[in-house]
């Protein structure tokens, strides 16, 4: 398994994410604690220049793990489950950017915020409508070579796809098999009976795990049974990236210093 730490470039929003400043700063960081990967949270795909990035990526011999999607709804209201049409071809052009830049390092891309909420909606409309965008988007990024990381959100996030079930059914759905699972352990800490058991079901279907403990803890600063959840991990051969998306608690080194330190305990 290999590791990654969250960096946000949003400085305007507060979040789950344990670096939050430009990358030439944060990226030395993340390689001097030790991590394999970075995720990247922008507020756009356009944010950042992709030669810069390849050229921090490669003076500090790490890799871009992922990148996130997730301000598509909190910066500018786009949702792939919204009733809105035009909402939702707008929601999938801006994932279809980040999938574009993400592409450039290999990396996937994550949806995760961007599955909205249907709230008074009708719900068999709003499934199937997200079910056909994400087969649109497993496409594109396939054509890409990357995969699309779907992740299910506590039902204090989301009312869509709440459980690791109900992930994979929906990816099921959808159709395309570059379309992985995105186990969050902060939001299956509150909506599975069992993480372990839950994960060993998902065998196949997990592509990226945020590492994060309870209450979005630094892992190892929280309750649960990261240990378990880690073996469970090795059981069905995963072998992708724990990336740490938690608060920066007490503050982000101290953050990044405790999720490597349960990383390399847990994991190697
Ligand atoms: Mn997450």
């Excluded at 600063?221 to 992708?240: E, N, P, R, T």
Aim: hydrophobic share 45%.
């Amino acid at each position: 398994m290999k590791s990654s730490v969250t960096i946000s470039t949003v400085k305007s929003l507060k979040g789950a994410w344990i670096f939050q400043d430009d990358i030439s700063i944060c990226i030395p960081k993340a390689k001097k604690i030790g991590f394999d990967g970075v995720e990247l949270f922008t507020a756009s795909a356009d944010e950042i220049d992709a030669k810069f990035l390849q050229k921090l990526l490669s003076d500090n011999q790490i890799v871009l793990s992922a990148v996130a999607t997730g301000a598509g709804k909190v910066l500018h209201n786009l949702t792939l489950t919204s009733p809105d049409k035009t909402v939702r071809a707008k929601a999938i052009e801006f994932i279809k950017r980040m999938i574009d830049f993400g592409a450039i390092f290999n990396a996937p891309a994550k949806i995760g915020s961007m599955q909205g909420n249907i709230g008074k909606n009708n719900r068999e409309d709003a499934l199937a409508g997200l079910t056909e965008c994400l087969n649109e988007l497993g496409r594109y990024a396939r054509q890409r070579n990357v995969d699309l990381l779907f992740e299910p959100l506590s039902h204090l996030s989301t009312d869509v796809i709440n459980t690791v079930a109900d992930g994979i059914e929906i990816i099921k759905k959808a159709g395309e098999d570059n379309i992985k699972l995105l186990a969050d352990l902060f939001h299956m800490d509150i909506e599975e009976m069992d993480i372990a058991e839950s994960i060993k079901k998902a065998a196949g279907f997990i592509g990226y795990v945020d590492f994060v403990d309870s209450d979005r803890k630094p892992a190892g600063m929280g309750h649960i049974d990261l240990k378990s959840a880690v073996d469970a991990l090795k059981s069905i051969g995963y072998d992708g990236f724990l990336s740490a998306e938690a608060s920066p608690w007490p503050d982000s080194q101290t953050a990044a210093e405790q999720t490597m330190k349960t990383f390399k305990l847990l994991c190697t």
